[in-house]
């Protein structure tokens, strides 16, 4: 027990703490306490991250002890013999003899008070980053939009290159306040459909993260998918509907991910003369970030569009 890099405190069957290793002591900054039972760790004053003083029932020998829980564990700010202050994790587990039955229980007391600062470090850089990001696409929408006024551009195009824009930062802020490196594809299909289908773009999968690359692509498809579908298609009419769909499968040639989009209840599809932007960005730009394979239908029950797209191994989620 002393040569463990971490506190280790342990209590008998009725709670009562007999034994301290001296990594308790250096930690805490005073002597073991030997509480007679478990409602008597109050004496360890600790407090929770709202500033409510941590009850004796509350802390992790307790819960194994009186509550009978396999593991219980709890992040305290711990007020040290000195008056210090520092955040602790406590982790609990009971002891259990030969034959099964509990004698007892430890807990492991370690130190975080680094991982938390480091934490809020991070999320201060987080929170500028993101700030940042936001502030360069009201520039970008700032010039596009004077330069777009001084051409005479009509008022249409103007509003729909700035939806454009906001989508993209959307994408980009929710990112940034995530792992940033990767993104789950129904969290990024429901920042972007849920504030434009309102309840009529059913969305349905398992949890598939893709890389952040990849999550900003389909974030622009998804938008211009529904937006295609609220002036043309199943959304611009009261009974129509959309249905959003994806899974993941393994094949002879490794994973692959497919995305479907099933528009109902509209009408008839008609394949465009012209092709624009949004078929650019369902299209060709998604096909090349992905690496994957899209097919569209434009038929009388609407318009249907599939993605099926290779999961390389450094993608898939751990």
Not at 69 to 74: G, L, R, T, V
Not at 161 to 189: C, E, F, P
Request: a negative charge; proline letters at 4%; glycine letters at 10%.
């Amino acid at each position: 027990m002393e040569t463990v890099p971490v506190g280790v405190v342990m209590a008998d069957d009725t709670g009562k703490i007999i034994y301290g290793n001296s990594h308790v002591e250096m930690m805490v900054r005073h002597p073991v306490i030997h509480s007679e039972d478990t409602e008597d760790y109050g004496d360890w004053v600790s407090f929770h991250e709202d500033g409510s003083r941590v009850e004796s029932h509350e802390y992790p020998l307790s819960r194994v002890i009186r509550d009978g829980e396999a593991h219980a564990e709890i992040d305290v700010h711990y007020q040290r013999g000195d008056g210090t202050m520092f955040w602790m994790r406590i982790i609990g587990r009971p002891v259990i003899d030969a034959n099964g039955t509990r004698i007892g229980a430890s807990v492991a007391l370690i130190d975080i008070d680094e991982e938390r600062r480091l934490r809020e470090a991070q999320n201060i850089l987080i929170a500028e980053l993101n700030h940042r990001v936001k502030n360069a696409f009201s520039v970008v929408k700032s010039i596009v939009s004077q330069s777009l006024r001084k051409m005479s551009i009509q008022r249409g195009l103007r509003e729909t290159i700035d939806q454009r824009l906001n989508a993209y930062a959307m994408a980009h802020s929710k990112l940034v306040g995530t792992k940033w490196d990767r993104a789950d594809i129904g969290a990024v299909a429901a920042d972007v459909l849920d504030p434009i289908g309102h309840g009529r773009i059913i969305q349905s999968g398992p949890q598939i993260e893709v890389p952040s690359r990849q999550a900003l692509s389909f974030s622009m498809a998804f938008y211009e998918l529904a937006t295609n579908a609220m002036k043309y298609g199943a959304l611009s009419v009261p009974d129509g509907c959309v249905n959003l769909t994806w899974e993941q499968s393994d094949t002879a040639d490794g994973s692959v991910i497919e995305l479907h989009w099933i528009e109902t209840g509209g009408p008839a599809a008609e394949k465009p003369d012209e092709t624009g932007f949004g078929s650019f960005i369902t299209g060709r730009a998604l096909q090349m970030e992905t690496g994957g394979e899209i097919t569209s239908d434009f038929g009388p029950q609407g318009f249907n569009w599939h993605l099926r797209m290779p999961q390389h191994r450094e993608d898939r989620a751990s």
